[in-house]
């Protein structure tokens, strides 16, 4: 990899992530959700980044190529990294909480609900 090509794992100043770390630990459950959520996203942006370095490992067919495909793929990578990370991710989050001096939440306690299924009597 292209040491030139690296993006700094910096979010810059007035980013959720650096006034949560100025802010210091959260101090009530409302700060704590925003800091949660400030972590998933992370997370997220995280994932997207190492989902489109393993996209440009695969090669190009031809076969669902044509005008804006990329455009399109593009979106389902980055909707890819946004639900593997709503759904718990690496757990890199609660790392992150943990560094902001949050405790992580128990396991599953912020997993989301089960989706609704029918059964058929």
């Given at each position: 990899?292209?040491?030139?090509?690296?993006?700094?794992?910096?979010?810059?100043?007035?980013?959720?992530?650096?006034?949560?770390?100025?802010?210091?630990?959260?101090?009530?459950?409302?700060?704590?959700?925003?800091?949660?959520?400030?972590?998933?996203?992370?997370?997220?942006?995280l994932l997207e980044?190492?989902?489109?370095?393993?996209?440009?490992?695969?090669?190009?067919?031809?076969?669902?190529?044509g005008t804006g495909?990329?455009?399109?793929?593009?979106?389902?990578?980055?909707?890819?990294?946004?639900?593997?990370?709503?759904?718990?991710?690496?757990?890199?989050?609660?790392?992150?909480?943990?560094?902001?001096?949050?405790?992580?939440?128990?396991?599953?306690?912020?997993?989301?609900?089960?989706?609704?299924?029918?059964?058929a009597p």
């Amino acid at each position: 990899m292209d040491p030139a090509a690296t993006i700094p794992i910096d979010p810059g100043p007035g980013s959720r992530l650096t006034e949560a770390l100025a802010a210091g630990p959260p101090t009530g459950p409302a700060a704590r959700q925003e800091l949660l959520k400030a972590a998933k996203d992370f997370e997220s942006v995280l994932l997207e980044r190492l989902f489109q370095e393993m996209k440009r490992t695969i090669p190009e067919s031809g076969l669902l190529g044509g005008t804006g495909s990329g455009q399109v793929w593009d979106l389902f990578w980055s909707q890819l990294a946004r639900d593997v990370a709503s759904r718990g991710g690496l757990g890199l989050y609660k790392q992150v909480l943990g560094q902001l001096g949050a405790a992580p939440p128990a396991d599953g306690a912020d997993a989301p609900a089960p989706a609704d299924t029918e059964t058929a009597p």
